[in-house]
């Protein structure tokens, strides 16, 4: 008869919750450099020029690439094909941030799209440049639009690190695999594993509500309170040091 070891969980809990740090590490640095080439592929995608193909082929090759294949194609294909070597964990981040990239430019490429013209127009009346527009006008109202895909996209991130097991990267399921080899309890350290990505899928959501939440009008939500408190302090000190200095 089987016996499940659950006490594993309680012993090993640092060397997991290790994992799920450097699985975010690796995430957070790639969706940095996935908005910025997902906002510069969007731009790409919504012009006139050849560079909208360029952009749609990108998007489209990968969109359908695996997250594994990816890693292996930077990891090793790189190195072979022009000696480049790259450690484990910049491997990580290019591997995400080439597949991401492709997501997120079409988030943002129809958040763009749903920002209403009027804006724009009202702007251009208003005698601002075009590119004053896009930065003060445009872009935030998109951002607000694309931020829940932006958080669901951060977690699928995450879950995306347990395939680079293959390069050797030190995330949950590759910390699972070493510890099921001395201890032989798959079912419990894997139930772990599964249990600490459900987590920390739950809190990026908080977060990313959160965070959209305080983009309302009026702003709502934790952050905003947490904004509005710290403001108030400010204003709060500024004003003491009116009165003594008066």
């Given at each position: 008869m089987t016996t499940y070891d659950w006490s594993l969980?309680?012993?090993?809990?640092?060397?997991?919750?290790?994992?799920?740090?450097?699985?975010?590490?690796?995430?957070?640095v790639a969706l940095l450099i996935s908005l910025v080439a997902g906002l510069l592929l969007a731009l790409m995608?919504?012009?006139?020029?050849?560079?909208?193909?360029?952009a749609a082929a990108y998007i489209n090759i990968f969109r359908g690439v695996p997250a594994l294949v990816s890693v292996i194609w930077v990891y090793f294909g790189v190195s072979l094909a022009f000696g480049i070597n790259f450690t484990v964990f910049q491997a990580g981040v290019i591997a995400l941030s080439l597949l991401y990239s492709?997501?997120?430019?079409?988030?943002?490429?129809?958040?763009l799209s749903a920002v209403p013209a009027a804006l724009t127009e009202a702007g251009q009346a208003l005698g601002m440049r075009r590119s004053r527009i896009f930065v003060s006008v445009v872009l935030p109202q998109a951002t607000k639009i694309a931020l829940p895909n932006i958080g669901s996209m951060f977690i699928g991130m995450v879950k995306d690190t347990s395939t680079f097991t293959v390069i050797g990267l030190l995330e949950v399921v590759r910390v699972t695999q070493n510890l099921v080899s001395t201890t032989f309890q798959p079912f419990v350290l894997y139930t772990a594993a599964a249990a600490i990505y459900v987590l920390a899928a739950f809190a990026?959501?908080?977060?990313?509500?959160?965070?959209?939440?305080?983009?309302?009008?009026?702003?709502?939500?934790?952050i905003a309170r947490l904004l509005r408190s710290r403001e108030r302090a400010r204003i709060e000190e500024i004003a003491a040091r009116h009165t003594e200095a008066s």
């Open positions: 969980i309680g012993d090993n809990w640092r060397l997991l919750l290790d994992g799920l740090v450097v699985a975010l590490q690796v995430s957070i995608r919504l012009s006139k020029g050849p560079q909208r193909w360029i492709a997501f997120l430019a079409e988030i943002f490429r129809s958040s990026i959501d908080f977060l990313f509500r959160a965070l959209e939440s305080s983009t309302t009008s009026p702003p709502a939500g934790s």
